[in-house]
């Protein structure tokens, strides 16, 4: 049997704008729960990754998001080791793959346009977000909320003048902004995922919207499935016909239930990292 030894790989700090405490504890806060479980963890940073470890672990539990490091990841897991997010959900968090693979598993997800940030066809309604078509939110001007034109046309050109070659152009969806978090690719009894939690987002006048939290926790399964995420966040819009997704993210702070999702987390890895040995 195996050495129950593990990497945990922080998100990059360009990746947390804002959130670099919050991101950092519940990665560090997971691997203290897996070392009370009899792990031995080795937390690192994704530039102290360099090739295949000499020690290979028995999984790895990350938050970075990075092409290159995430390529160098998919050479450990095609060797049988198990990530949680596996390198390719996080890539499939990319809005550009995401917006496919959320549209064939039916999950209602934002209505989302996928076009060149330079000569771009027009922009459509308005007022209308203006995203960039990979990785999330790392800086100003990486998503843009545009009531004129002008102003999408110069977020469009912002992002090209940074060599970033797409965009996603999202209609505003009025109604009530929510926070979801998820853990685990199994089910409740009622279809939502084993471990769910949901809030609504501070600094916004409620419109009281109806929510049915069974209703969100079963398009947030869905679409964690579609993704492949095991341990997941994102945002949702409560409008008067529903909740409709509008952003899945891999692995997130877990800000406001850092303690309880640490705990659970580690549950999850020790049945993940289990399988390995």
């Known amino acids: ?30 691997g203290k729960h897996l070392e009370a479980r009899g792990f031995r963890v080795l937390v690192q940073s994704p530039d102290d990754i360099g090739g295949l470890p000499t020690e290979r672990p028995q999984g790895v539990f990350m938050m970075c998001e ?5 390529t160098r990841l998919s050479e450990l897991a095609a060797l049988g080791v198990p990530h949680v997010n596996t390198p390719q959900a996080v890539r499939n968090t990319y809005r550009e793959r995401m917006i496919a693979l959320l549209d064939e598993a039916a999950v209602s997800f934002v209505p989302s346009r996928l076009v060149a940030t330079a000569g771009a066809d027009g922009v459509g309604a308005l007022p209308v977000w203006v995203k960039r078509a990979d990785v999330h939110n790392t800086q100003d001007g990486d998503v843009t909320f545009a009531e004129t ?7 469009l050109a912002g992002l090209a003048a940074r060599g970033i070659a797409k965009a996603v152009l999202q209609p505003h969806v009025p109604g009530d902004l929510v926070k979801f978090y998820g853990i685990g690719g199994n089910v409740r009894g009622d279809g939502t995922p084993a471990w769910f939690r949901w809030f609504y987002h501070k600094n916004q006048t409620l ?5 049915d939290p069974v209703a969100l926790g079963r398009s947030v399964r869905r679409a964690a499935a579609a993704l492949g995420l095991e341990v997941y966040g994102g945002d949702a819009i409560a409008t008067p016909t529903g909740a409709v997704l509008l952003d899945v993210n891999a692995w997130p702070s877990f800000a406001l239930y850092r303690e309880e999702a640490a705990a659970r987390i580690a549950d999850h890895l020790v049945r993940r990292f289990g399988e390995a040995r």
């Open 1 to 30: 049997m195996r050495d129950s030894f593990c990497w945990g790989i922080f998100r990059e700090q360009a990746h947390s704008p804002g959130r670099e405490t919050d991101d950092t504890e519940i990665l560090r806060l997971t």
């Open 207 to 211: 419109a009281g919207h109806p929510l």
């Open 149 to 155: 034109a002008e102003t999408a046309r110069a977020a």
């Open 66 to 70: 990075q092409v290159p490091i995430l």
